[in-house]
């Protein structure tokens, strides 16, 4: 399970993730500090940015592609309103869903400020219509999931499973993950896949994850979103 943060008297808190267009500074200290006004207690960012401009996988499903993507853990749900009216305030749109969120690979920390190291993927998964719920989770979670960290070079790995909507209006998502790569995965498919120069390898975990998606329609209709990874809070 993720280490989702508690509060001082051990109460879970509450996880939300927005995603963003035309967004300003997300890294200023006064976005922080309403951040921590608003009720959030962690907060992390996730920047499409020049460090991961030259990224070979960028998709994008939604009608423009996702500038940023903000997480954050809340005491209870009384402060998600207030959340979502700071970011508005940074950024010309602003969606999010309440998430509850597991980590099969627990992401390193970071200290406030500084950027973590390599490159974190975000992608935006979509069930099929065609799909039953339960059908689309159990192969995701329970079959899915190991195929994913034997066939790629991740070193950390998130998957938070959409519960509700945090905006009026949030378009329908099915699950937001966070994989982390080793930074030269940017540009190197065996960075990326971790076949160690070997072309036949690489061929295989290729196909083999290919396979796999499909079985649960992440093959289609999803968005990758590169990023730069910050904890500001």
Do not use: C
Not at 101 to 126: D, K, T, Y
């Amino acid at each position: 399970m993720e280490r989702v943060p508690e509060s001082g008297d051990g109460v879970t808190q509450v996880k939300l993730v927005f995603a963003l267009w035309g967004a300003g500074d997300l890294l200023a200290a006064e976005l922080a500090e309403r951040l921590g006004a608003a009720g959030v207690e962690t907060a992390q960012v996730n920047i499409s940015d020049s460090a991961v401009a030259q990224a070979m996988v960028r998709l994008t499903a939604f009608d423009a592609p996702v500038q940023a993507v903000v997480s954050v853990w809340l005491r209870d749900e009384q402060g998600v309103e207030a959340v979502a009216e700071v970011l508005a305030a940074v950024a010309d749109r602003v969606v999010g869903w309440r998430v509850e969120a597991v980590s099969p690979i627990e992401l390193p920390a970071v200290a406030i400020g500084e950027r973590a190291a390599g490159l974190s993927n975000i992608a935006f998964l979509r069930r099929p219509a065609d799909q039953p719920y339960d059908e689309w989770l159990d192969y995701w979670r329970n079959q899915h999931t190991e195929i994913a960290i034997a066939t790629q070079a991740t070193f950390g790995y998130v998957q938070n499973r959409v519960i509700g909507a945090a905006t009026d209006g949030a378009p329908e998502v099915a699950a937001v993950i966070e994989e982390l790569f080793p930074i030269e995965a940017l540009t190197d498919p065996h960075a990326f896949y971790g076949s160690g120069g070997d072309n036949a390898e690489l061929a295989r975990r290729f196909d083999r994850l290919m396979t796999s998606v499909a079985k649960f329609g992440a093959d289609k209709n999803i968005d990758v979103v590169p990023t730069s990874r910050y904890r500001i809070l």
